[in-house]
């Protein structure tokens, strides 16, 4: 109860229609690169749910402990009430891809973080892709501890090794991607956002959130 009372003052109703917003750019532009229009798709920690709502896939699924979930997810989007760590409701080999993101630094310790990868590597098909969108602490060394629900530290280089330890072949690192929040400099408006996309010159000036790719072997 107390996470749902601080995410609903840090992300007031006001501010959700341009999150979506944002959220509707990014899968467009960038993300439904890598997922098939007929892929099994699933968010893990889907929060708000604005990634999984604005993909276009063949099937998809939200995972998150918040029962809240529900009332935010679109209704072609299945919700699963279960941990990061063990998704029993989804068998192995069973999804083409799975995306997190601003999810990995809320978890308690690293071990955490280490059996969500092996939870992610189990559901996935082979050749299946995790798309991990991350705040990196080597770039928000202060910023990073400024959120009261931050505990786990990791940079693009320890996704990386975290990825490889549970099984995963990273495929695409890009250290700056994103700014870290959407209250930061990424630009609102949807064709702005549409041209920092396409100007990776601007990601190296304003990305402060690591984007990591790996594939089941």
Request: proline content about 6%; overall charge neutral; glycine content about 4%.
């Amino acid at each position: 109860m107390e996470l749902e009372q601080l995410y609903r003052h840090r992300f007031p109703e006001s501010e959700l229609a341009a999150k979506h917003a944002i959220w509707q750019v990014l899968c467009k532009d960038f993300f439904s690169r890598y997922v098939k229009p007929d892929a099994t798709v699933v968010d893990i920690g889907a929060g708000y749910c604005e990634f999984i709502n604005n993909i276009q896939a063949g099937t998809k699924i939200a995972v998150d402990l918040n029962p809240e979930v529900k009332q935010r997810a679109a209704a072609d989007v299945r919700v699963i009430n279960e941990s990061c760590t063990a998704i029993r409701e989804l068998p192995g080999d069973s999804v083409d891809v799975v995306f997190m993101s601003n999810f990995l630094e809320h978890l308690p310790s690293k071990q955490l973080v280490l059996e969500t990868f092996q939870e992610a590597l189990r559901i996935l098909r082979p050749g299946g892709q995790v798309i991990i969108l991350q705040p990196n602490i080597r770039f928000l060394y202060a910023e990073y501890w400024d959120f009261f629900d931050h505990h786990t530290a990791l940079s693009d280089r320890s996704l990386v090794e975290g990825l490889e330890l549970a099984g995963f072949k990273p495929t695409l690192v890009i250290p700056r991607f994103l700014p870290y929040t959407t209250k930061s400099r990424l630009p609102k408006a949807a064709f702005l956002v549409r041209l920092y996309l396409r100007v990776p010159l601007a990601w190296r000036i304003l990305g402060k959130q690591a984007l990591v790719i790996a594939e089941k072997p």
